[in-house]
Structure formats: C-alpha cells, structure tokens
C-alpha cells in the first residue's frame, strides 16, 4: 500500500483569456518542465499575487490553460495576502475569494478562485483495483521518519489519466518532513 | 485526554550578551504580552536573520535572556535562508547551522543553534499524572476537522512549572488546520 508524495508550491492555473490579459494578445504558456500527471505541464511564465495585506511575487503558472482560472496558495500565503482562501478540492471554487494577478503586459482581478488546495491521491483505475479503493473514496495516509504523521481525509481521485502520487501542500509536507518522491502508506 | 495546542511562530531567545551586542550596551528586554507557560514572554525587540540565500525581517524575541541564543524557525524558513535547520527539541543545538543576526544596535554571526522546534507537550507533573504519562514519554496527538491528522512522535515535557499546552510550528499547525487554542487529543 506505498505510493509516492508530492509537495505542490503556490501556483496558478490560467484561463485563455487571463493569459492573455497578463502576457499580451495571442500569448501561450510555455513549456518549463512537465508533470507528473500526464500532459501537466509547469511553465516559464510567473505572476504576482497582490492581496490587501500583502504580495507574493514570481508565482509559477502552470499549463495548459484552463476553462477558469484558479489559484492554489498555502494557509501561510493566505494570511500574507490578507486573503481567508478556503480548504477546497481542485475546481470547487464557488465562494471563495478573489486576488489581484499581476502580469508583464497586465492585470486581472480575479473575483474568486483562491483555495487552498486538499490533500487527494491521484491513482489510475488500475492502482485503484490494486489498492482496493475507488474513486472519491476517503482514505488516510501514514508518513515515516521523525516527523511521522497520519494524514486522514485524503481524498481518491482514479482515473485512467492518472499517475500515482499524493499531493499535499508545502506547510503539509514540510509538517510531515518529507521530500518530494518519499513513500507514504495509504490507510483505508 | 484533551488538550490545547498552540502554534509558534519563529522566534529567538538570546543570552543577555547578545542582546547588548543587538540591541546596545546595557539593554534589558522589554514586556510586549506574558505567553502561556510562566514567566516567558513576548518582547517588543525584534531582529532580522540574514542567511546565505535570503532575509527574513521582523523575527520577534521571546524572553527572559537565557545562557545561549537560539533560533526556532520553520523547515521552509530554512529553506528561504539557504539554511539546513535540523528538527530538534530546545536546547538540543550541537552541530546546528549558525545564521547573523541583525539588530538596531549591531549585529552577531552565530555559529550554532538554529533549529525546527521539535513538536512537544508542555504539562504539570499533576496533568501527567491524570493522563497517565511521564516527562520524556512519547505519546500522539489527532486533532479534529477538514485536515484532520495525528502527529506521531510528540515529546512530553512534564515539569512543575509548565502549563498544559502543545506546542507545534505554524506549518503544523497550518497542516492540520488548527488555530491557537484549539482542543487535539493525546493519544497513548
């Protein structure tokens, strides 16, 4: 029941028409270096995240643009920001609040999208069959070393697309001490 | 079997010679608020930590002065600092990294003692024998909530002087969703 972890840093999902709002007319994301799950992709370009309390410089976009735009922070970047981001699953952003983005060639102010992202584990059906479990199915995760935690309310995301791997945030996988690639145990 | 916890936020204590070397010859620390375990407390002095890679500003002293200097910071400070802070209980500084420290009045390069607090449970000798463990025991904690998790490997710390409190860094605390003075449960 191993699996590797993934700290995700902050990092922003773009809409087409964001894109172009903050790196010019008919700009498209450039490849950085790809995922882990197939066709992720992190790019070159950066923005500024400037809230009411605070700003956060250079955070990384990542690719390929998407139908909404999104912005995945830490709680730490939330109070940095003077931004209360929910704890939120990818895409469930209904309610949550906004920031302004600021780009080379311009800025939008996004009206809502900032959450902190939930920990999930990506799997494909196969690893699923595997572990047992099924998609949306809540889990718990075990990490070793000095700093050992149990993550519970993990969330299973299968689907024939994924790779395996848990994501958590940096203040998740730093409060667990553990690196990029570590094995970590799935519960159920 | 309940508890509150608290989150820490980085901090330095200093020796009374440091102090002067920071802050002026003579200076004594001054009140800001009392914090929960008897006769520590916030002080109005603050300093900067100036690392290989990076600053951080603003980092508040905790006093009174003690024999030696050390700087509890968290993993990702370390990180903005170009630091390697090992996870380490207070007091336990042997071959830690070093880091300047910068005050209004001068400065110190240490040599040792920055470290990650290790997380722990302060308790009366009366709290350890109501839950049943003794000073050094290494117990669990879960807390409660959306990114609910148990911390493993938790050092009591029981002591006639200490009020019942655990103590973790704000990416724990983050990790788990908790604010100060929330209840989390020792688990034997």
Avoid: W, Y
């Amino acid at each position: 029941m191993k699996l590797p972890i993934a700290l995700s840093n902050r990092h922003v999902h773009l809409s087409q028409a964001d894109i172009e709002a903050l790196f010019g007319a008919g700009h498209e994301l450039t490849h950085f270096k790809p995922l882990s799950q197939p066709g992720q992709f992190a790019c070159d370009e950066k923005i500024d995240l400037v809230g009411p309390k605070g700003t956060i410089k250079g955070v990384r976009v990542l690719g390929p643009a998407r139908p909404s735009t999104q912005v995945e922070i830490s709680l730490a970047d939330g109070f940095a920001l003077g931004v209360k981001a929910p704890v939120r699953q990818s895409g469930d952003v209904a309610g949550s609040p906004g920031v302004k983005l600021v780009g080379p060639a311009g800025e939008v102010e996004l009206a809502e999208g900032v959450i902190v992202a939930s920990r999930h584990i990506h799997m494909s059906l196969e690893d699923a069959a595997n572990f047992g479990v099924e998609d949306k199915q809540i889990v718990s995760v075990r990490t070793f070393g000095p700093r050992a935690v149990v993550f519970e309310n993990v969330l299973v995301r299968a689907n024939e697309a994924f790779a395996l791997e848990m994501h958590v945030d940096v203040e998740e996988g730093n409060a667990a001490g553990v690196k990029n690639g570590e094995e970590v145990e799935l519960i159920k």
